[in-house]
């Protein structure tokens, strides 16, 4: 753990694994945030889009804005979404991009990567792939990505700079980088930063 | 942050109330936490 970390990685990680393991498997639950089609329709998703999957593709999103409201996906874009849960925003990604399109969402948590897989089976949509990695070692080669998509993932891991740098990787030369997460309007006091609990709520 | 990553054209859309009656909101608002959207590029090389 280098000096400048306020939690350890891996032990992040684990609770970030256990808790979105629990909205995997028991997506009806009530959780510290919304999920699933009431959530969407809350981050002001497209209806027709979201309308359109499956219950399995919709009940475990646990995003906290939308990636897609300032830059819609172009058809054939090379896509990668950075801690793709259960694959909504990978599917809403697949609709954009069209069958020319290739969407790969990366995920460390093996609940949600199962049931991802199950979904783009059952969809037929060979053109989106789930891959088990990290946000800061993204199993891409780099500059494949025409743009690179994350929900709610970046402010759970806890070396941003290092998850930055690895999208830049990954994109290719002035490829997009579009993403939602959370921010703070009132600092966060330091030993609160340091409790691990609250980064995961 | 994102620039030091070698990023250009931040830009940040509205805020959002992500955790509006969801049982996280009175966390959420001891700390004004609201979700937003957020788009930047590559450079060109």
Same mark, same amino acid.
């Given at each position: 753990m280098t000096e400048d970390l306020m939690v350890d990685p891996e032990v992040l990680r684990e609770q970030v694994r256990d808790k979105y393991r629990e909205v995997a498997a028991e997506p009806e639950r009530t959780f510290h945030?919304?999920?699933?089609?009431?959530? $969407?329709?809350?981050?002001?998703?497209?209806?027709?889009?979201?309308? !359109?999957? /499956? =219950?399995? !593709?919709?009940?475990?999103?646990?995003?906290?804005? %939308?990636?897609? +409201?300032?830059?819609?996906?172009?058809? !054939?874009?090379?896509?990668?979404?950075?801690?793709?849960? $259960? *694959?909504? #925003?990978?599917?809403?990604?697949a609709g954009q991009v069209g069958p020319t399109g290739q969407v790969i969402g990366v995920d460390m948590t093996i609940e949600m990567l199962e049931k991802s897989r199950e979904t783009a089976s059952g969809l037929g949509s060979d053109h989106? +792939?789930?891959?088990?990695?990290? $946000?800061?070692?993204? /199993?891409? =080669? #780099?500059?494949?990505? =025409?743009?690179?998509?994350? %929900?709610?993932?970046? %402010?759970?891991?806890? #070396?941003?700079?290092?998850?930055? #740098?690895?999208?830049?990787?990954?994109?290719?030369? *002035?490829?997009?980088?579009?993403?939602?997460d959370i921010a703070n309007g009132r600092p966060v006091p330091p030993e609160a930063l340091r409790d691990i609990d609250l980064w995961t709520g | 942050m994102i620039e030091d990553s070698g990023f250009t054209d931040v830009h940040i859309g509205e805020a959002v109330d992500t955790f509006g009656g969801a049982q996280g909101e009175p966390q959420a608002r001891s700390f004004e936490v609201y979700g937003y959207a957020f788009i930047a590029r590559r450079a060109s090389e």
């Open positions: 945030f919304h999920t699933g089609r009431p959530l $969407a329709a809350r981050l002001g998703y497209e209806t027709a889009a979201v309308d !359109a999957l /499956p =219950d399995r !593709a919709v009940e475990s999103f646990a995003g906290v804005g %939308n990636p897609f +409201s300032l830059r819609r996906l172009m058809p !054939a874009e090379r896509v990668v979404d950075v801690g793709s849960g $259960a *694959g909504f #925003d990978s599917f809403i990604a989106v +792939s789930f891959v088990d990695g990290f $946000a800061e070692e993204l /199993p891409v =080669d #780099d500059g494949w990505a =025409d743009a690179v998509i994350s %929900n709610g993932v970046i %402010n759970l891991c806890a #070396d941003k700079r290092a998850v930055f #740098d690895e999208i830049h990787r990954v994109l290719k030369p *002035g490829g997009v980088l579009q993403f939602a | -």
